[in-house]
Structure formats: structure tokens, C-alpha cells
């Protein structure tokens, strides 16, 4: 599939940091071909590539005969038929002792075949989160004409860098989808959550607010998307943010101190995070904050920036440092 154009989206900010997004919209998506790019990604929370298969499981007419009725699904009406990542489910409209609707055919897979005897169903069609229904009648004299849905929907891919252009290991990234509406209360109605970069992923068409998480502190970043009927959005998020690993050293470059605990604040003074550990590693967004390392009856503490991409390891002196941009304090501990 190429790709037609590149567009900047407008970002959302959140309270401690900014994203700035680029999205290339596909051109319209050919399903039949074998470079259609929605083969490529793995579907998430979807049925898995199954070849075409057909069943019936109910009570057929007292006529004892059935039909063939092919059904095909576009995503927009002017894509080709899917040949893949689609649900199909048909379902009688008398509901059954438990109140729900019995299934009486299903098939995974593109294109799909049922064989129906006359009577009226519904036909459900599922690509990932993108869904429709309608109503079949089977006639009992003559045939039935070839039934397509057009689901109008497409898809995006995610993916995050911090700073400008640093990679971000996939197992620090996660996603989640939102509905772009805002309740009265001011939360959004979840899509999705934990979508691992570079997975696809399915929907209907329109906008969705998306919220990367880099690590699990405070690097957070949110995003307007667009979603087009027939197209594939690739999304990259920037996070103004990177990875800090604090020890606790007697001399620069030496080894981490065991039994530490440690105190990030920011420099408001508010608590970031605590941990106890020799050299703790988190993600942090840019900003200036005070690490604080309690070790037996000492504290020691130094102040440092984070750069958006710059990885750094921050190291707490337990003497004053010579140099004066290293501003460390041995305290006694009150406890």
C-alpha cells in the first residue's frame, strides 16, 4: 500500500508533557492484494487468519431445504472485497429459553458462505472493534442476491520516539484508545488499553484520543487521531522525556550503594516516585527534580535536569563534590 501524504495533528497537552504526532494516511486499501498493509500487523483482540469455514446449527424450515447466501464486506464502499480479518456471525431473531439469540452460523476468515433455509436473520460482521448488522430475509422461491456490507472503517498503527528521533524499547510504550467525546464528569469511554506499539488495530471510522505511556512515572502524552473509512494511519508520538538511572556513589564513577532508598520530588517539591534499590531506573519527563538518598543514618540529595532523549545516569555523592555544578548535602537523618 502507498502512502499518499504526510499531515501534522494538533496535540493535546497533558500536565507533564506534550506530544507532537505525525501520521501518514494511506491511500485507499486494496484487500485483495498481497501488499494490502492490514496483512502485515498482528490484529489485536480480533478473530486469527482462518481460511473460509461455514456452519449450521439449527432446526431448518419444515421444507427441509436450504440456500446459498455469499456474503463480502468492503471497508469503504469504494475498497475492494476483505479477503481476511473478519467475523461473521448469523443469528436467529427469535430469542432462545436464556434470552439471548441463538447463533446458528459463523465463519472467520474473508468472503463467507452460508447455507440458510428461508426465514429471517441477522448478520453481524466484526473487523477487530469495527462492527455492522443487518437484516436477511431467505426467501423461499428464488434465489438470493449476493449480500455486501461496507463496514466503513480503517485502522492505525502507533508508535512513540523520545526527544526527536530516540527509539523507545517496546516493553517501556503502551497505548490506550478513547472515544473523542468528553462526559460531563470529564472522562472518555475506554476503546482499548495495553496496545503494544507497532500492533494494528481495527475500528470504525472517526477520531480517537490516544494516551501513550512511557514507562510507568510521569512520561505521558496524548493525541487526537483520525481514522479514515479504507485507510491505515501510521502514528508516531513524541515524548519530551527519558530514562534516569540515580546511584548512590563515595566517588564519581564508583560503585552503587547498597540499601538506599530513594525520594524523587520535583521542583515544586512534590513526590515523583520512591523506590529502594542500588540503582534504580525509571523514565521520567523532562523537567527538573531532587533526587534524595537515605542510606543508614545519612540522607544525601542532588539536584538534576532531564533532557527529552538524553538517557543519563545521575549519580548522589555521599561528600561534597568539588565540582559547583554538583550540588550534593550529606543530612543527618532525624529518625
Known amino acids: 500500500m502507498s502512502v499518499s501524504h504526510k499531515a501534522l495533528l494538533t496535540v493535546t497537552r497533558s500536565l507533564v508533557a506534550t506530544a507532537l504526532v505525525l501520521v501518514t494516511a494511506a491511500t485507499s486499501i486494496a484487500m485483495a492484494q498481497d501488499s494490502d498493509a492490514f496483512k502485515s500487523f498482528k490484529q489485536l483482540d480480533g478473530p486469527a487468519k482462518m481460511p473460509k469455514v461455514s456452519a449450521f446449527s439449527g432446526t431448518p424450515a419444515s421444507s427441509g431445504y436450504l440456500k446459498e447466501v455469499r456474503f463480502d464486506a468492503k471497508l469503504s464502499a469504494s475498497s475492494d472485497v476483505m479477503q481476511e480479518g473478519l467475523a461473521w456471525r448469523v443469528f436467529s431473531p427469535i430469542a432462545g429459553p436464556d434470552g439471548k439469540l441463538p447463533l446458528v452460523a459463523s465463519a472467520n476468515g474473508g468472503s463467507a458462505d452460508f447455507q440458510l433455509s428461508p426465514g429471517d436473520y441477522f448478520v453481524n460482521v466484526a473487523f477487530g472493534r469495527a462492527g455492522l448488522t443487518k437484516t436477511l430475509t431467505v426467501p423461499e422461491d428464488g434465489e438470493v442476491a449476493r449480500q455486501t456490507l461496507v463496514l466503513d472503517a480503517g485502522g492505525f498503527v502507533l508508535n512513540a520516539v523520545a526527544g526527536t528521533d530516540t527509539r523507545i524499547p517496546t516493553n517501556q510504550l503502551s497505548f490506550s484508545v478513547y472515544s473523542s ?155
Do not use: C
Not at 540503582?279 to 533532557?307: C, H, S, W
Open 181 to 335: 467525546d468528553v462526559k460531563a464528569n470529564g472522562d472518555r469511554s475506554l476503546v482499548m488499553s495495553d496496545v503494544k506499539p507497532n500492533t494494528l488495530v481495527r475500528l470504525a471510522a472517526g477520531t480517537y484520543h490516544v494516551v501513550s505511556n512511557y514507562g510507568d512515572v510521569n512520561a505521558v502524552v496524548r493525541a487526537d487521531i483520525q481514522v479514515d473509512a479504507g485507510k491505515l494511519t501510521q502514528a508516531v508520538l513524541q515524548h519530551k522525556a527519558a530514562q534516569v538511572n540515580l546511584k548512590l556513589v563515595s566517588q564519581p564513577g564508583g560503585e552503587a550503594v547498597a540499601d538506599t532508598a530513594w525520594s524523587l520530588l520535583t521542583a515544586a517539591g512534590d513526590v515523583v516516585n520512591e523506590s529502594v534499590s542500588a540503582y534504580p531506573t525509571m523514565v521520567l519527563a523532562e523537567g527538573d527534580y531532587l533526587a534524595v538518598a537515605r542510606n543508614k543514618d545519612k540522607i544525601y540529595q542532588r539536584d538534576f535536569t532531564v533532557k527529552a532523549g538524553k538517557n543519563a545516569d545521575v549519580e548522589v555523592l555521599m561528600r561534597a563534590p568539588q565540582a559547583p555544578d554538583q550540588r550534593n548535602e550529606a543530612i543527618d537523618d532525624p529518625d
